[in-house]
């Protein structure tokens, strides 16, 4: 457990619950999540200064698909969560805080045609690529 984050909020998903659908994570994954949160989420919570709200944390197979979810995501293995601010402005200034933690596998400041706006942040145990891309449009 993080000082800003939790497993239960990381696999926390609407559509699981709506449909009842366990999305609790074990083994690898709950591992995953927890450096997800120790090595980004936190840190970056930290800095920003204000809470941040997981909008899509742990998928497994099923609700992955059911999202719409690429089947190579990383959400699959609890090594990505998107988050968001209360506005387009702060989601950006949590993407930049981000940036310069540098402590990232993959970082997506990404839009859909409907205008929302997140940011994408993985982290594997092993061999993160930092990966930036700004504005990638899902």
């Given at each position: 457990?993080?000082?800003?984050?939790?497993?239960?909020?990381?696999?926390?998903?609407?559509?699981?619950?709506?449909?009842g659908?366990?999305?609790t994570?074990?083994?690898?994954?709950?591992?995953?999540?927890?450096?997800l949160?120790?090595?980004?989420?936190?840190?970056?919570?930290?800095?920003?200064?204000k809470?941040?709200?997981v909008?899509?944390?742990?998928?497994?197979?099923?609700?992955?698909?059911?999202?719409?979810?690429?089947?190579?995501?990383?959400?699959?293995?609890?090594?990505?969560?998107?988050?968001v601010?209360?506005?387009?402005?702060?989601?950006?200034?949590?993407?930049?805080?981000?940036?310069?933690q540098?402590?990232?596998?993959?970082?997506?400041f990404?839009?859909?045609?409907?205008?929302?706006?997140?940011?994408?942040?993985?982290?594997?145990?092993?061999?993160?690529?930092?990966?930036?891309?700004?504005?990638?449009?899902?």
């Amino acid at each position: 457990m993080g000082k800003y984050f939790n497993i239960k909020e990381l696999s926390y998903s609407r559509i699981a619950a709506e449909k009842g659908i366990n999305n609790t994570p074990i083994g690898d994954v709950k591992r995953n999540l927890e450096l997800l949160i120790d090595k980004c989420l936190d840190p970056i919570r930290q800095e920003y200064g204000k809470p941040i709200t997981v909008s899509s944390g742990y998928r497994n197979y099923l609700v992955n698909q059911l999202v719409g979810g690429k089947a190579t995501s990383q959400h699959l293995k609890g090594e990505a969560a998107d988050i968001v601010g209360k506005n387009e402005k702060e989601t950006r200034r949590i993407f930049e805080i981000a940036k310069e933690q540098g402590n990232y596998d993959q970082l997506l400041f990404e839009s859909n045609k409907k205008g929302s706006v997140w940011v994408h942040i993985s982290c594997k145990p092993e061999g993160n690529r930092q990966q930036c891309i700004d504005n990638y449009i899902v």
